[in-house]
Every structure is written in structure tokens, then in C-alpha cells.
């Protein structure tokens, strides 16, 4: 079945570091591929998307690439802050809108 | 832009009593939402997805009996614990969609956070 798999966490980085969350997935044709923010103690937050391959995914300084020939979608920033920590996840959907999510990594940014 | 209000944010009950969690679309009509259960560090889990006047679509493993949900209009699901037990503490949290379809966005409700004592 369908699946993600991202880098375990957690990651703790100072401000201003370059971020990388790794994200892999497993799923037959062409799903649509997520990345979402959960700030403590709340739900889930859209960061971005990309719906077919090579397309890049961008919002609040984060960019994610679907780079199918190696089934990935790896989260980036260039310089993160410390309103940045919180959880992410990586997620597909493939049809009748369901979401599968990987394991979420929790992010710390430290001043 | 679109808005799910999830309520209650914190809930506590006691062992064998029934705890009922309500998802709302605010500014606009769901036609389909979902629910999902969180463990504490750990993933987010389909649990069921539920369509405007028809019956849930439960995920495999997951007790219909145990966790009802309706959803009679399309504005409002709702999800039931039944008979909670401890184990059954954990973070729910709802999703909406517009419409029906492979490329419409979702939105999260804030969750709930059930504990059974």
C-alpha cells in the first residue's frame, strides 16, 4: 500500500540554519504530495503542495521538489527562525482525498 | 479562507462514559470530512471518512461500534466515543473538503485532546 517515510527526529537547529526534512513515499501512479505544519497543541496547517512531477511546492520560505524518479519530497528552508519549530509532516494523497502522513518530525530552532 | 472549528479543544471523562467531539465548516459546505487519531508522538491515522447523509467509511481495524460518527449536514460532523476506556485517550482531529475530488485541499480542525481516567 501507499506509504511515507520521513527522517526521524527530532531536529534541533540554531537560528538561521539551512533546513532539511527528508522525505520519501511508496504509492502506485501519481499521487499529489504534501508537506503540513502542527504547531504545538494545535491541528494541521497546509505549508505547500505539488501535484505532478518536477513541480516545486513553496510557501513562507519552504520549497519541496516531486522528484518522482526518486519517489521524494524534501522539505527546505535557508534560514529558519524560531517560530519555525513545530512538527511536520509529509503526506500523499491518491484518490477519494485521503491523506496517508508519514511519521512527522519534530523541529526545534533554538535562538 | 476556509475554517474548521473542532470542539471540544480538551476533553476529560471518566471510564465507560461517552465523549461526543463536533467538526464544523465555517465558510463554506463539506461534502466529505475526516477524522484522524493521533498518538502521542506518532503519525496521524485515518480513522474513518464520512460522506454528507450516507454512512462513514471506516478504516480497517477501526471500531464502528466504538466510534460513531454522523454527519447530517454539511456543515457539522460529529464523532462519538462510546464506552471510553483509558486506551482510547489520545488526539482526534477532523479534516474538511469542499468538494469531491483528487486535487481539493483539506482543512484541519485544532484537534481534541481526549483523556479517559
Known amino acids: 500500500g501507499d506509504s511515507v517515510t520521513q527522517m526521524e527526529g527530532p531536529v534541533t537547529l540554531s537560528e538561521e540554519a539551512f533546513l532539511t526534512i527528508n522525505c520519501t513515499y511508496t504509492a502506485t501512479g501519481y499521487p499529489s504530495l504534501f508537506w503540513y505544519v502542527q504547531y504545538p497543541g494545535e491541528g494541521l496547517q497546509l505549508l505547500l503542495k505539488a501535484t505532478k512531477a518536477d513541480d516545486k511546492g513553496s510557501n513562507k520560505g519552504f520549497e519541496a521538489t516531486y522528484r518522482k524518479e526518486t519517489t521524494s519530497f524534501h522539505l527546505e528552508k535557508g534560514s529558519v527562525q524560531v517560530s519555525d519549530s513545530a512538527v511536520y509532516f509529509c503526506a500523499l494523497q491518491r484518490g477519494a482525498q485521503k491523506l496517508v502522513f508519514g511519521q512527522g518530525t519534530r523541529l526545534t530552532i533554538n535562538p | ?117
Open chain 2, 1 to 117: 479562507g476556509a475554517v474548521v472549528s473542532q470542539h471540544p479543544s480538551r476533553v476529560i471523562c471518566k471510564s465507560g462514559t461517552s465523549v461526543k467531539i463536533e467538526c464544523r465548516s465555517l465558510d463554506f459546505q463539506a461534502t466529505t470530512m475526516f477524522w484522524y487519531r493521533q498518538f502521542p508522538k506518532q503519525s496521524l491515522m485515518l480513522m474513518a471518512t464520512s460522506n454528507e447523509g450516507s454512512k462513514a467509511t471506516y478504516e480497517q481495524g477501526v471500531e464502528k461500534d466504538k466510534f460513531l460518527i454522523n454527519h447530517a449536514s454539511l456543515t457539522l460532523s460529529t464523532l462519538t466515543v462510546t464506552s471510553a476506556h483509558p486506551e482510547d485517550s489520545s488526539f482526534y482531529i477532523c479534516s474538511a473538503s469542499l468538494v469531491r475530488g483528487l486535487d481539493s485541499p483539506l482543512h484541519f480542525g485544532n484537534g481534541t485532546r481526549l483523556t479517559v481516567t
